[in-house]
């Protein structure tokens, strides 16, 4: 056998067997497969984004527009007023500043509470795959069924909680019941995402005489980002998007943004302003949709990672 | 060496003391809140407590009023009607989705996208939106009876027999993408082998998925089956923003009729015994299910 | 002899990566054929082009002299095992192997005989009622095969079948393949990165480096008569000793020098390809190395840097001239680290590789 | 006093309202200390729940909305709210509310908690003049009348009775029909006796048969809020609806003119009897002194001539006192004032039903009003056990 | 010799399931002592019990004669290396190295002087900057055994550190460890499952078996002396041939044997263990038979039923007297299946099992 050369044919086109099918099979774009594939998605796609488009065009019409009818027009003549009302000049009583307000309270709400609750849980979820201890899977069975329990129940023993800690209607009050809250799936989540860490790093970083933060913070925590993002939408969206806890247990002064959203689109005025309403709700669902659309595609790689394991 | 003393075991509540210092929250809320809170309000829901709670007792006074109330009945009656349904066409849609998105297409980052942004709006969101789209004098219904079918009718949020139908597009609209990546993170950790065993043995596409495919994700449903249920069993602001409960009460839900109950009525007795009666629905949905979970790990 | 699968200038490329190149082989009617290579090298990929699981990017399969290159691979007549084994878990072990016979609409009564005849042939008939996940590795693997065996194909495919499975079981196992394959005379394709599997299994080996083959032929061959140095050094355990050196002559003797120490190449088989001057690289298997006894003329000196016994075997490694050679020797045999030893060489089971195109001469 | 922030919560957020509200904000502020609005939209029972978790978790507001009567009477009980009993001996409440019962609804053992701010009547129908013309049809005088008018109504393509889908509407409008109808003495025997007897009566009978009238008319209005259902009628879509003299305060914003444009008809025209229930503010007990010192300026401010006059005349209520000059009422204000002066008076439900029974009476009547399957005969047989367990 | 590792009465259970029961083991100091057995036998929890991961529900731990029963796993002087080699993902090779100093607050002086001495012995100084996702398994594997040096430890702790490696490296690394082990001459405690393992690094072997040491000696004697039927069928690749039989007499020639079949005992090491009629199994490893060559007094019938090809060695599966028995042979040696061979067998390297206790006799 001379060389590697003698497995090749010099030649291909010389071969007589090389009449018949040769090469990729060739592709149709439009098969009944990919016609049937994409037209499915294509409808459903539509679905989804039929009430996002209304949002918008509604929220850039006026009303003389609107009361003509058909919602899903374009509107004929755009204007921004709807945006500026619900933003700064809609009342609610006689606050006539729209939702700016509410928009910082949001935010002094929403990140602390977090922060907080991401903290809470992850650690909790640490300690519950790697340290467990007499108990500790007892508890967090009662702590996940508590995910299932409707929040209306839980309303009045957390007011008389609250009230005996003295911190009914502050801003920690608050913090702490969004974290009591989110505390069940959250906890969920990370007990999952360590468990599925390989067992040995943390054997190797307890032989280094690591404790349990510092092996938290030093070996675990770098690891984590996938869970962290999934963790973090979850948590900004739910907390963005609460109205019950936010109204129940705070002062006006930390109102958030959905209770002033709540407001103007409750507040009718003679005629309900459509227009103002829809561009309020797109404002107040602004910060969640942004996070959603900036880190989507690590919350399905975290939820691979966290949700499904496990 | 056989001198050496034999060593004493040290304290077992200090080993491992930073672990249960770091989970002091975890315990405090497992035992105050939900333990705590969920007996309190079993306990008060034995009493005629009105606007404040206080210890007069009635017995089963208030569960007997309870189920002869017709809105606590039609409520129940929504919560099935949606739950099963919601139940269903969440992981029929979300799956068949997941499906869809897992044939290596095109743009799948953009469907993707589009699938699950309602997931980050509220409920309060949701509800009003779809109110607008389903309002017969401006959504769907004018728009294609402009269109010439002038006899065309669906205004379910104006019809009570079928509103609760009209909710569950919303809430579908809304939880759809969520159950649809939970699908795809499942579909994923398919091995591989599988499909090209299936293809080998030319097993159809479809019966690949419904034979083998969709009970080796067993797991990832029930996970979804969890979340998803405990989802329905809190719906409460969808309604509220979307129908408030009417026409009439023909699309009442059990959460809404012990908020009512607790605080416009100001019969905390009646709310809470409608609370502990959607504890106890709770608990038959997920005391299984937290045997399989969890009693089941210890022996595997 | 018949041609059963014929593979013509096949390539295949993901995205900008090619990893198959231009590749062509002919595997014949009722032939082991084993795949051999590395990691990464394109074993599978190969494999599963054959199977129709993947789609070349140029080239020509055919299969029992049909062109397939486009057809789906159930209408291929292959059978595939693979290294999960790839049981559908949720189905008993009979539903495994009905499942795509009652697909392709066969008649219930035809089914039953062929799974009573592949349970049979492969002893699984008690094991018919039990779902995978109550079934050893072993008796997952032989459903596996089952599950081609049922489907009367003409080609098995075998994906790394056994490496899934502890020592023990592989090697009864490999037994059990050799067996059915002499009972069955099907063509086989097996895929490996165990050179044991392939020494053992194969009719004749494949070995494979960046999706080119780099030598086919029977395993004698292979190991005895590598084609080039990737070959020698891959296939062996341990590994083939290597030496960097050229050829010299003194009077009318060919010798191999390296590091100033000669080793004469009489009995070599191909003398004629010896150039004085040629740099060459020498590979002799440890195994051929003689220590204290049966020396030959020629004998080297040496000391021992490790042993390590492993029962049947012992296999010593030795410093001899400014490097490290490994020698094995019989199990009972045993010498401590640091001890003195002659060694000898057999010209005639060693083998020169030019140093530069690393062809065997 | 230096300037005394005072948060006061209420859920006056529709138009009218909230121009009313403007001016006790303006009256209080003028009096140097800062009225801190808080409004919570959406309805009392949304803003209820609220206002009281905020009182029973220790975080009170300086003062807050009820309706006067029975919402606020456990928060007494548990002695959480500021006992006014000075200010108003102090004012002379008792001399110069009008009518009376506005004050016993505040007052809790002998001790008063609350002050009135407005009276507020249910029994009225409100019908666009416009709507009738396009129908062809005189402006009814009365229910009957109305009742009467409604085919033509539908023929022309307008719905006869604008009712919300708010539970409280319909059963607001029942009660409505109850006293035209059946009049004060049985209306003061379901409500306030509680005899379900006399609910399960052939009187209440006939009141259930205007009620399924009404019901047969109302199809098709498809709105929630009671002030878009008021919209209906500004804008000629719906005939008529029955709602409280707060639906005024939309009319004038919407620069209608009584009689002109619209007409109204106490008492349903029937039976010219108005309820007198209302709204009122409590004062939560605070810790701090400055802000309980300024808790009385706001009691007393809210009853002030001047921002009596200036309030109800946006909000489209009667005021409490008897003594104020209200020139610049129309129409249908002075309506109300004559009646009132004649003392064709009675209490509102909100008086003298608990919130529990209300709540149920308003599924009641919020499914009666949905359901077109649900007979009369039925919802009275519903109505007369509600009434049985009343308290 | 001193003790450096001592375990007395170690029992540990996971709820009802009981892992290690009343184990006790003495390790020397310097002792290189392989645990050795099939998985799920306990090996790693016994590992985790020494290094302080698991708590023991009973017994007691000495390390270098101090109780470390109770002590946490970073003041007991171990080092550990793992199968996956749990290097911190997002940390430098140097970083990996000096963690654990920099948590026990050793100087950066020192760290720095430790770290440079452990990558020089380890050759990994030019890999110091990379991550671990940036190094090759081997290589992985060496910063692995670096963490463990860095912390200057007593005794190391290896829990199957090569089986995640292809066999080509696993057996470089197996000699690295080898020679690491001569030169640090610390205690070494090494799990693994791979018999080769076992018999070329270990100083000592201990067997164990669901939870219990089976036996515990040097490879030799655990090859050639295996205290049971355990031990005997578990060493050695492939494995022993076992037969069913009894002792008989014929003048005053002891024989074993089976299926009507005699084998002369003359040469048995424990002649004073032969009663007639006592039931027993026979084992003989496949390289003591002898095919054709060399026979002795007695020769038996075979054929060849199946031959597998390894290289340096053949193994056949013969068919003799209802039974398969395998014999290796030297790679050179070729059978086609199907062909009568003869046999001889010595007794001398045989050994003889009661058949009821399974016991060596
Ligand atoms: N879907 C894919 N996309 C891109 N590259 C791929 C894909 N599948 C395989 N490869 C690359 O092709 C090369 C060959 O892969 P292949 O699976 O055939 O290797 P193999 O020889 O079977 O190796 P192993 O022994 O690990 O199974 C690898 O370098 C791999 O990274
Ligand atoms: N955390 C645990 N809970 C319950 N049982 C366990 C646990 N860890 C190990 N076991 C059981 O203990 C036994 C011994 O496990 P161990 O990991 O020591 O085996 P091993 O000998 O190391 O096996 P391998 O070679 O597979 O690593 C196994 O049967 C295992 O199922
Ligand atoms: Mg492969
Ligand atoms: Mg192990």
Same mark, same amino acid.
């Given at each position: 056998m001379p060389d590697a050369i003698a497995l090749k044919t010099a030649d291909g086109a010389a071969g007589k067997s090389f009449s018949g099918p040769s090469g990729p099979k060739p592709k149709r774009v439009i098969s009944p497969r990919n016609i049937m594939l994409y037209g499915t998605l294509f409808v459903a796609a539509a679905y989804y984004l039929l009430p996002l488009y209304v949002m918008i065009v509604t929220s850039l019409k006026g009303m003389p527009e609107i009361r003509l009818g058909n919602i899903f027009s374009p509107p004929v003549e755009i204007t921004f007023e709807p945006w500026v009302k619900a933003w700064a000049t809609a009342c609610t009583g006689l606050n006539c500043d729209g939702l700016s307000r509410g928009f910082w309270n949001s935010v002094r709400i929403t990140v602390p509470s977090v922060v907080v609750s991401i903290a809470i849980a992850s650690v909790n979820g640490y300690a519950l795959a790697n340290w467990r201890f007499k108990g500790s899977e007892l508890f +967090? &069975?009662?702590?996940?069924?508590? &995910?299932f329990i409707p929040y209306q129940v839980m309303i009045y023993p957390i007011?008389?909680?609250?009230?005996?800690?003295?911190?009914?209607?502050?801003? #920690?009050?608050?913090i702490i019941v969004h974290s009591i809250f989110g505390m069940p799936i959250l906890t969920l989540l990370f007990r999952n995402y360590f468990a599925s860490l390989p067992q040995e790093l943390f054997k190797a970083a307890?032989?280094?005489g690591a404790g349990f933060w510092q092996i938290f913070f030093k070996i675990m925590l770098p690891m984590s980002l996938p869970i962290f993002v999934v963790a973090m939408i979850l948590q900004v969206?739910?907390?963005?998007?609460? !109205?019950? +806890?936010?109204?129940? !247990? #705070?002062?006006?002064?930390?109102?958030?943004? #959905?209770?002033?959203? @709540?407001?103007?689109? @409750?507040?009718?005025?003679?005629?309900?302003?459509?227009?103002v309403n829809m561009a309020a709700t797109i404002l107040t669902g602004l910060v969640p949709l942004v996070v959603y659309f900036v880190s989507g595609r690590l919350f399905v790689r975290g939820i691979a990672a966290g949700a499904v394991k496990g | 060496m056989t001198g050496q003393a034999k060593a004493g075991r040290p304290n077992q509540l200090l080993r491992n003391l930073n672990s249960k210092i770091a989970s002091i929250p975890m315990i405090l809320t497992a035992l105050v809140i939900f333990l705590g809170g969920t007996a309190w309000t079993v306990f008060y829901s034995f009493t005629n407590s009105k606007l404040l709670p206080r210890l007069s007792f009635v017995g089963?006074?208030?569960?007997?009023?309870?189920w002869a109330a017709p809105r606590w009945i039609v409520s129940i009656e929504n919560l099935a009607v949606y739950g099963v349904l919601s139940l269903i066409f969440s992981l029929v849609i979300g799956f068949v989705l997941a499906a869809l998105m897992d044939q290596k297409i095109r743009f799948e980052n953009t469907f993707r996208t589009i699938f699950l942004y309602p997931f980050a709006l509220s409920f309060i969101v949701t509800g009003l939106v779809w109110q607008w789209v389903l309002n017969p004098e401006f959504g769907v219904q004018s728009v294609i009876r402009s269109l010439g079918w002038s006899s065309f009718t669906f205004d379910p949020l104006y019809t009570p027999s079928i509103v609760i139908y009209g909710i569950l597009i919303a809430a579908l609209w809304q939880g759809t993408g969520l159950v649809m990546c939970l699908m795809l993170a499942g579909l994923r950790g398919i091995d591989e082998d599988i499909w090209k065993a299936a293809r080998v043995d030319g097993i159809p596409m479809w019966k690949t998925y419904l034979f083998i495919v969709i009970p080796m994700m067993r797991p990832v449903f029930i996970t979804t089956l969890v979340i998803i249920a405990s989802g329905i069993v809190k719906v409460y602001d969808l309604v509220v923003a979307q129908t408030s409960g009417g026409p009439g009460i023909a699309s009442e839900v059990p959460a809404k009729y012990v908020y009512d109950y607790m605080f416009q009525a100001q019969n905390l007795g009646q709310g809470f015994a409608a609370s502990t009666m959607m504890l106890i629905t709770v608990a038959i949905i997920i005391v299984p299910w937290a045997y399989l979970e969890f009693g089941g790990r210890k022996r595997a | 002899m018949n041609s059963s699968v014929s593979i013509r200038d096949l390539s295949l490329n993901f995205g900008a990566v090619s990893v198959l190149k231009d590749l062509n082989l002919e595997i014949n009617d009722g032939e082991f054929l084993v795949l051999l290579g590395s990691s990464g090298c394109g074993k599978s990929t190969l494999l599963n082009c054959i199977a129709g699981l993947l789609d070349a990017s140029d080239g020509q399969i055919f299969i029992k002299g049909k062109n397939v290159t486009w057809e789906e691979p159930k209408d291929r007549g292959i059978g595939m095992v693979f290294q999960s084994y790839a049981l559908y878990p949720q189905m008993t072990v009979e539903k495994n192997l009905s499942f795509g016979l009652q697909v392709a609409k066969v008649s219930q009564q035809e089914i039953d005989k062929r799974v009573a005849r592949a349970s049979e042939i492969l002893q699984i008939q008690p094991l018919l009622k039990r779902k995978p996940a109550e079934l050893s590795g072993g008796q997952r693997q032989r459903v596996a095969i089952g599950r081609a065996l049922v489907r009367d194909v003409d080609v098995? $495919?075998?994906?790394?079948?056994?490496?899934?499975?502890?020592?023990?079981? =592989?090697?009864?196992? =490999?037994?059990?393949?050799? =067996?059915?394959?002499?009972? $069955?005379?099907?063509?086989?394709?097996?895929?490996?990165?165990?050179?044991i599997e392939a020494l053992t299994l194969a009719d004749r080996i494949a070995i494979m480096k960046?999706?080119?083959i780099q030598q086919l032929a029977d395993p004698t061959t292979i190991y005895n008569k590598p084609r080039n140095l990737f070959v020698a050094g891959f296939i062996g355990s341990p590994s083939m000793n290597f030496l960097r050196g050229e050829i010299a002559k003194q009077g009318d003797q060919m010798f191999f020098t390296a590091n100033g120490v000669n080793f004469s190449l009489a009995g070599y088989d191909t003398p004629e390809a010896l150039q004085v001057g040629r740099k060459v690289i020498l590979g002799v298997r440890p195994e051929h190395v003689k220590v204290n006894e049966n020396l030959g003329a020629e004998v080297h000196d040496a000391t021992v840097d490790i042993e390590e016994p492993m029962g049947a075997d012992n296999l010593l490694w030795l410093k001899h001239a400014g490097h490290t050679m490994s020698v094995r020797i019989n199990g009972a045999r045993r010498f401590s680290p640091g001890s003195a030893v002659k060694l000898g060489f057999d010209m005639s089971l060693a083998s020169l590789f030019d140093a530069e195109t690393e062809l065997r001469i | 006093a230096n300037a005394t922030d005072l948060e006061v919560t209420h859920w006056w957020t529709s138009g009218g309202e909230a121009a009313a509200v403007a001016e006790l904000a303006k009256a209080f502020d003028a009096t140097g200390n800062k009225w801190v609005d808080g409004a919570i939209a959406g309805s009392g029972g949304t803003a209820r729940p609220i206002m009281i978790s905020r009182i029973t978790g220790g975080d009170p507001m300086g003062a807050t909305q009820f309706n006067h009567g029975r919402q606020a009477e456990e928060l007494v009980q548990a002695g959480l709210m500021r006992d006014l009993t000075d200010v108003a001996t102090a004012e002379h409440w008792k001399d110069i509310i009008r009518? *009376? *019962?506005?004050?016993? *609804?505040?007052?809790?053992d002998g001790k008063i908690y609350c002050a009135p701010v407005n009276i507020h009547s249910w029994q009225w129908l409100w019908l666009s003049n416009a709507a009738f013309k396009k129908a062809g049809v005189e402006v009814p005088k009365n229910w009957d009348e109305f009742v009467a008018a409604a085919p033509a109504l539908e023929k022309a393509g307008i719905v006869p009775l604008a009712v919300g889908g708010q539970p409280w509407q319909a059963a607001g409008a029942f009660d409505v029909l109850m006293v035209a109808i059946a009049g004060k003495d049985t209306f003061l025997k379901v409500f306030k006796d509680k005899d379900a007897e006399a609910a399960a009566g052939p009187e209440i009978a006939k009141v259930f048969k205007a009620a399924d009238d009404a019901r047969k008319m109302s199809k098709g209005s498809n709105v929630q809020d009671w002030n878009q259902a008021t919209n209906l009628v500004i804008t000629g879509k719906a005939g008529g609806q029955i709602m409280g003299d707060w639906a005024q305060g939309e009319f004038q914003l919407a620069g209608q003119k009584a009689g002109t444009d619209y007409t109204c008809l106490p008492g349903l025209g029937v039976n010219e009897i108005i309820s007198t229930g209302g709204d009122a503010f409590y004062f939560p007990l605070l810790k701090d002194a400055d802000k309980s010192k300024a808790q009385d300026v706001l009691a007393k401010t809210l009853l002030d001539p001047k921002t009596q006059v200036a309030f109800n005349l946006k909000k489209g209520s009667l005021p409490v006192r008897g003594d104020v000059d209200l020139a610049a009422a129309n129409d249908c204000m002075k309506k109300g004032l004559d009646i009132l002066a004649k003392g064709n008076v009675i209490q509102g439900t909100d008086q003298l039903l608990s919130a529990d029974s209300q709540k149920q009476k308003e599924d009641l009547f919020s499914e009666f009003f949905a359901n077109p399957s649900m007979t009369p005969e039925a919802a009275q047989k519903r109505f007369a056990e509600i009434i049985g367990s009343a308290d």
């Open positions: +967090f &069975a009662i702590l996940v069924v508590g &995910a007011v008389i909680v609250l009230r005996e800690m003295g911190i009914y209607g502050t801003l #920690t009050g608050l307890r032989i280094d969206t739910g907390i963005w998007n609460d !109205f019950l +806890f936010g109204v129940v !247990f #705070t002062r006006p002064e930390y109102y958030p943004m #959905t209770v002033q959203l @709540n407001n103007i689109v @409750n507040s009718v005025q003679g005629v309900k302003e459509y227009n | 089963f006074d208030q569960y007997k009023r309870l | 098995f $495919l075998f994906d790394e079948p056994l490496s899934n499975l502890d020592a023990k079981l =592989r090697s009864e196992l =490999r037994v059990e393949i050799k =067996r059915l394959h002499q009972s $069955l005379k099907n063509t086989m394709i097996y895929v490996t990165h165990d050179q960046n999706g080119i | 009518p *009376s *019962s506005l004050l016993d *609804s505040c007052t809790i």
